[in-house]
């Protein structure tokens, strides 16, 4: 598989294995810190940090997998542009990895942080105030991806 899922002038890129790189850094330490919540519990500042991680990872991932599954899909009905050519597998078989593959796992992974953060809390109260910053945290990503601010 390997570069056969990507785009043939992305591989070519030599900025492409660092930016693999950094993605797969960033990831792994979204992976411990679901370890980091059970182990630093009773540390009040850590426990703060790891809070507004999650809460800013939730935001992203979230939004990027939803803006990234949207604009996959206007793209294979001709909605948006792909290079200025319509959309044939062949050719653009890199759009249905994204849709199918990458893209939902960037869902999974905001979730997952958004289950953790909401997990550590105990009072209802709490709760309620980690699913509305969780959503206020989407809708944000979701409108500057509308914008085209690539952060999200």
């Known amino acids: 598989m390997g570069f056969s ?8 890129l ?3 294995q660092l930016i693999n790189w950094v993605a797969s850094v960033i990831l792994t330490a979204a992976g411990f810190l679901g370890l980091a919540f059970v182990h630093l519990k009773k540390r009040r500042i850590l426990t ?9 990872g939730c935001a992203i991932s979230t939004s990027h997998g939803i803006y990234g599954i949207i ?3 206007l793209q294979m009905t001709g909605v948006v542009g792909l290079e200025s050519e319509t959309f044939n ?3 653009h078989a890199y759009v249905l990895w994204d849709l199918l593959l990458f893209e939902p796992w ?3 992974e905001g979730l997952l942080l958004g289950v953790v953060g909401w997990h ?6 709490n709760k309620q105030i980690w699913l509305i910053l969780c959503t206020i945290g989407i809708i944000t990503g979701l409108v500057t991806g509308l914008l085209g601010v690539r952060f999200a």
Do not use: D, N, Q
């Not at 899922?5 to 070519?12: C, I």
């Not at 703060?48 to 800013?56: E, K």
């Not at 550590?120 to 109260?125: A, E, F, G």
């Open 5 to 12: 899922l990507l785009k043939p002038s992305v591989a070519e």
């Open 14 to 16: 030599p900025e492409f």
């Open 48 to 56: 703060w940090l790891l809070l507004t991680i999650a809460l800013i």
């Open 71 to 73: 604009y996959r899909i």
């Open 89 to 91: 597998i062949s050719e």
């Open 106 to 108: 960037f869902i999974i």
């Open 120 to 125: 550590y809390h105990t009072k209802p109260s």
